[in-house]
């Protein structure tokens, strides 16, 4: 992670950015290496998906020595490049994947603890990214993604569309891997999905969620009539609080968030229009205001390219109403440009 006192230099002369960009080499900027950064690079690195892996970071001797461990990795994994890089790197990238913030901590509460500190490192890293007329997309990680994907976008000046957080997507998978665990059922034969906040507010879609194409709540009652509604709040929980647990357990979380945001960067360097619950400023005609949280969105190469519609129980919007007035109070303490 960056210290929010120290500015990010280039650790090495970048290649010429006109150059790259008429080769179009599927690109990915990393920026902020530590342990989320680097693991992310790492599970790039072995999906194959990326041409060009940049990492951009304030400490020339960890991403020197980041880029030298992954060169070592290469030859069993995928022909990739892998450079030290710096913000002019950022132009030409396809995917812009930031993790800066401040540091995870065992005893921390709750998503939005660090706030203030994650909100000043990020301005200082989206103010030099803008700077480079970026074409590609930004995806954020940083805590609270939420709040941190809204700040992300205004203090960029890019289109709303290509500047997403990482959002509930983790939560979303462990949400259907609970599922799967509890009823025998392999993860890829459940769909579910989490939405709105990345933290304590957030929305398991309970009434949508299916298993085999089986509504999840009938699949439920057929087998377990009398403690079902139990059994999937008890999972929700569960799926909610796992990434406190690990904290709690380890100190830090990264191969889960890692994974999740190279498969967004995937989505974006193949065009893919898969869809994710990330981060995005909502559509005006969902009525939630001005606020990031998690919706289905399509992905491709430009970022969002449409949000789906949600199909919500009373239950469900209501408590996404809450979750996106929680957000907003929080967005209301930043400040943008006007």
Same mark, same amino acid.
């Given at each position: ?47 194959? *998906?990326? =041409?060009? %892996? +940049?990492?951009? #970071?304030?400490?020339?001797? @960890? ?5 030298? /461990? ?22 030409? *990238?396809? =995917?812009? %994947? +930031?993790?800066? #913030?401040?540091?995870?901590? @065992? ?5 939005? /603890? ?225």
């Amino acid at each position: 992670m960056l210290e929010a006192t120290t500015p990010l230099v280039s650790i090495e002369a970048a290649e010429n950015t006109e150059q790259r960009l008429a080769h179009r080499l599927p690109s990915v900027a990393i920026v902020g290496p530590g342990l989320v950064g680097a693991t992310t690079a790492y599970a790039l690195l072995m999906s194959g *998906a990326a =041409a060009e %892996i +940049v990492l951009i #970071g304030r400490d020339r001797n @960890r991403v020197d020595g980041e880029v030298k /461990d992954l060169r070592d990795a290469a030859l069993y994994s995928h022909p990739t490049r892998i450079v030290a890089g710096g913000f002019a790197d950022c132009a030409s *990238a396809n =995917a812009i %994947i +930031v993790t800066v #913030g401040a540091s995870q901590q @065992r005893d921390k509460i709750s998503r939005l /603890d660090d706030l203030k500190i994650s909100a000043a490192m990020l301005k200082e890293v989206m103010t030099e990214i803008a700077a480079q007329q970026p074409k590609g997309v930004v995806v954020i990680a940083s805590n609270p993604v939420d709040v941190l994907t809204y700040a992300a976008w205004k203090w960029s000046g890019l289109p709303a569309g290509r500047v997403i957080g990482s959002g509930t997507i983790l939560d979303s998978s462990r949400f259907r891997r609970r599922l799967g665990e509890r009823y025998g059922i392999a993860t890829e034969n459940v769909h579910a999905y989490v939405v709105g906040e990345h933290g304590d507010s957030q929305v398991p879609l309970l009434s949508s969620a299916r298993i085999g194409g089986i509504p999840l709540e009938e699949f439920c009652q057929e087998r377990y009539p009398s403690v079902c509604k139990e059994t999937l709040r008890g999972i929700a929980d569960s799926a909610r609080n796992g990434g406190q647990d690990i904290l709690r357990a380890k100190g830090a979380t990264n191969y889960g968030i890692s994974a999740a945001l190279t498969r967004i960067a995937t989505a974006i360097l193949r065009d893919e229009q898969a869809v994710f619950t990330v981060s995005t400023v909502v559509p005006e005609t969902m009525d939630l205001g001005q606020v990031s949280l998690s919706v289905l969105a399509v992905i491709g190469r430009e970022g969002v390219h449409r949000v789906l519609p949600l199909r919500l129980s009373e239950e469900e919007d209501q408590a996404l109403r809450r979750s996106a007035h929680i957000l907003k109070g929080h967005i209301s303490s930043l400040e943008f440009p006007s």
